[in-house]
């Protein structure tokens, strides 16, 4: 079976409380908060003003900038407020407050229908943007950058990420079993896009029904199957005839769904350090923006909503939802029966490498996957002790870094050391930190040395 | 509501640093089981006193130095438990005191402590009671009847003599130090270390092999070469040690294989019947150097 190499096998994955229970719709929210920064890039403008009518899908903040992804009304109703309201990322953001107010719910009006088959590459992407998706599998990066490779860059095939790696949550697992269709759809749109002909589905093994499904939908697909191209079609465009696809299942292992972890596991090759995707000819898209870019040309939809696993030993009902962006935690949580009385942690994402956040008032932003509810007795604060130099951090780290000798080198402030000892090349997995039995917050050290080697970098330039 | 905050991962595998120390010393309990089978209880009071020492010297020192007492972390019963396993079963217990104090005060607390030491402070203590009681340090007993005699490896290297057979070489029936001399016993404790993860096999593996290897090129039996002196608990106790072996899987398979290369030239060429003690303690100078250049390729490194 295709892998990587080193990573960890965290003890106990907690999905079975979530993976057999299909996404319901959480009921419409009657208050959205929309931080205008919700990804990662630059800012947004808001595009409308307190007090104006909003309608469910209407674009209300974009920016001029290029790494950037429009917003859009989640629901229809009345703005209340622009102002700076706390983000789960930890810091106060300009948002957009919407109210539905008492009028009846307006009707969505979503703008335009397409078939990816009569779209251009160019228009794919231009929908993407105008739908505001980005990477939701939790870095939230605008999608439609990812889709713009410079020429020079021959993509040869795109990745659809299935992996879900993280322990806890069941989202895109969910989303390859029930909108199976639409992952396939939106996979060859963004094949189209960046004029890939190979389309390479990576699911880790434990989500067996989801690659029979996968596989069952291409073996039979229903008549408009998007992987056989109507005959026309076929002769006009070569790349399209050759367009191969081909689920692959990969050991489950974290972090598997890593971007570098997966393209080596599905394709055998290492993007350079330093590097992107683009580097090896490949583009990583994950199961749910496969699903956003499908309904935005299918249906027009922009991003107004995502499904969030609410798990963990802290709440009454673990589930999946479909839940608009902007809902607030506090409102997810009590459709799950609220928290139970030892709840001591709340985790924007998974246990590796979510975002513990202080409180349930915060909004759902494109980036929310998870909302994990650690109890009391799940949560320890581990006093660090002396390296004992056991070599697990070494052996778990899928990029080949030496964590102990990093942490020394950035406690000693010995920045060059820190730099020729690859801190840039971490991506924050966590296999380090969790295997150490010496319990030294080590991705803490690394996140604090990468922005102090950036910061240092623009000072000397 | 307040939730506890802190930074990912919010979950950590549950086997911290102080289970380590006590699967190792629960893996040392086998060899100490198998000498005071052999030697009695002499061997037993030498063991328990060792490490009492042991474990009183750190807490001492930390109380000194007015750091926290981490004395209970297992460590320094590591550290006692191993200086016991390798001197002789009858030696004088005033002398190992002072063998232990040296080991914990000097070769570890001096240097920072535990995660800090340059030295295997077991073995650092070996090579500083040797040069002080040289005649003590070298002064063997028969099995079951205390009979003073020689190790095998002086009589066979030295002496010129023919070598136990193998059997009793496997199962410990022979003069040498308290815990080295049953490989069975070694090798069950090093199970438990091997099938809990607490070692790897690099360092093991290169160690006896290099000893195996060179040892035949050179016209001497490779079985007995890895079954005699101190190799197995070398190799699988102290080789091991994380603290003063190299951290990657290729610094500690190059470590093991100077350790093998240095243990035959003493064997062969040098003074001393026996080189694991110095061949350890030699190749952890070395450990900075191997640790620097034997690091991990970096993924998507050229």
Redesign the interface.
């Given at each position: 079976m295709s892998t990587f190499?080193r990573g960890?096998h965290?003890?106990g994955y907690h999905k079975a409380e979530t993976a057999e229970k299909a996404v319901r719709e959480l009921p419409l929210p009657k208050r959205v908060v929309l931080p205008l920064q919700q990804n990662l890039g630059c800012p947004n403008e808001a595009l409308v003003k307190v007090g104006d009518e909003v309608h469910e899908g209407q674009k209300i903040a974009d920016s001029a900038k290029f790494v950037a992804a429009p917003i859009h009304a989640p629901i229809s109703g009345r703005v209340t407020k622009i102002e700076k309201l706390p983000n789960p990322c930890g810091f106060d953001v300009p948002a957009i407050v919407i109210d539905a107010g008492e009028n009846a719910p307006q009707e969505a009006r979503y703008d335009g229908k397409w078939s990816v088959d009569e779209l251009a590459p160019e228009q794919i992407r231009k929908i993407v943007r105008e739908a505001g998706i980005v990477g939701l599998g939790g870095a939230a990066f605008p999608t439609h950058v990812k889709l713009s490779p410079p020429p020079e860059k021959k993509i040869g095939a795109i990745i659809i990420n299935g992996c879900e790696c993280e322990?806890y949550i069941t989202a895109d697992h969910r989303i390859m079993l029930e909108r199976t269709e639409d992952v396939l759809y939106g996979a060859k749109a963004i094949a189209k896009a960046v004029g890939a002909d190979r389309i390479i589905i990576g699911v880790e093994d434990n989500k067996q029904d989801a690659i029979e499904k996968l596989k069952y939908e291409i073996r039979n697909g229903s008549t408009s199957s998007p992987y056989q191209p109507s005959r026309e079609k076929s002769r006009d465009t070569k790349s399209e005839t050759n367009t191969k696809l081909e689920i692959q299942s990969l050991k489950t292992k974290y972090p598997q769904g890593g971007e570098?972890m997966l393209i080596?596991a599905t394709l055998g090759r290492?993007?350079?350090?330093?590097?992107l995707a683009l580097d090896v000819g490949v583009v990583v898209q994950n199961v749910g923006t496969a699903v956003a870019v499908a309904e935005a040309i299918k249906l027009g939809k922009p991003l107004i909503d995502r499904v969030v696993t609410v798990t963990g030993s802290g709440v009454k009902e673990p589930q999946n939802l479909l839940v608009r962006i902007g809902t607030s935690f506090l409102e997810i949580i009590e459709h799950g029966g609220g928290?139970k009385d030892d709840?001591?942690?709340?985790?924007m994402g998974g246990?590796?490498?979510?975002?513990?956040?202080?409180?349930?008032d915060l909004p759902v932003v494109k980036a929310t996957t998870c909302l994990?509810v650690?109890s009391k007795k799940?949560?320890?604060?581990?006093e660090e002790?002396?390296?004992?130099?056991?070599?697990r951090c070494?052996?778990a780290?899928?990029?080949?870094?030496?964590p102990?000798?990093l942490a020394d080198f950035i406690k000693l402030k010995d920045w060059a050391r820190v730099e020729e000892y690859?801190v840039a090349?971490c991506i924050?997995c966590?296999c380090c930190?969790?295997?150490?039995?010496?319990?030294i917050?080590l991705?803490?050290y690394f996140?604090i040395a990468k922005r102090e080697l950036q910061t240092r970098k623009a000072v000397c330039r | 509501?307040?939730?506890?905050?802190?930074?990912?991962?919010?979950?950590?595998?549950?086997?911290?640093?102080k289970?380590?120390m006590w699967v190792v010393v629960l893996a040392l309990l086998f060899p100490a089981a198998a000498g005071v089978y052999f030697f009695g209880l002499p061997a037993l009071v030498l063991i328990v006193f060792t490490t009492l020492v042991a474990v009183i010297t750190e807490a001492v020192c930390q109380w000194l130095a007015k750091r926290p007492i981490t004395a209970a972390d297992g460590s320094a019963v590591v550290t006692g438990l191993l200086l016991a396993l390798i001197l002789p079963p009858t030696f004088p217990l005033w002398m190992a005191a002072i063998g232990a104090v040296f080991a914990i005060g000097i070769v570890k607390v001096l240097f920072g402590?535990?995660?800090?030491n340059i030295f295997n402070p077991a073995l650092a203590a070996r090579a500083f009671l040797l040069a002080s009681w040289p005649v003590a340090m070298t002064t063997w007993i028969r099995p079951f009847d205390a009979v003073t005699t020689a190790t095998p490896l002086f009589l066979v290297n030295k002496m010129h003599q023919a070598a136990p057979g193998y059997w009793d070489l496997f199962i410990g029936n022979r003069a040498g130090s308290l815990g080295e001399t049953s490989v069975l016993a070694i090798l069950i404790g090093a199970l438990v270390l091997l099938l809990t993860r607490v070692i790897?096999w690099p360092a093991p593996a290169a160690f006896i092999g290099s000893v195996a290897l060179f040892s035949w090129l050179l016209g001497h039996d490779p079985w007995f070469a890895i079954m005699s002196g101190g190799l197995m608990i070398g190799a699988f106790f102290m080789a091991t040690d994380?603290?003063t072996a190299p951290?990657?899987?290729k610094g500690?398979f190059i470590f093991g294989l100077g350790c093998g290369i240095m243990t035959v030239l003493i064997r062969y060429f040098g003074g001393f019947p026996e080189g694991v003690n110095y061949s350890i303690l030699f190749m952890n100078i070395l450990t900075p150097l191997i640790?620097r250049y034997a690091?991990?390729?970096?993924?998507?490194?050229r």
């Open positions: 190499k960890i965290p003890f322990p570098k080596k290492e993007v350079p350090s330093g590097g928290l709840a001591a942690k709340l985790i246990p590796m490498m979510g975002l513990a956040v202080s409180s349930l994990l650690l799940e949560v320890r604060e581990y002790q002396s390296c004992i130099r056991c070599g070494i052996k780290c899928p990029i080949g870094l030496t102990n000798f690859h090349d924050e966590g930190a969790y295997v150490c039995p010496s319990r917050y991705v803490q996140k | 509501m307040s939730f506890n905050i802190s930074v990912s991962p919010h979950i950590r595998l549950p086997f911290d640093a289970s380590i402590g535990l995660g800090f790897d994380y603290v951290v990657t899987t500690r640790d690091r991990p390729k970096l993924f998507g490194g």
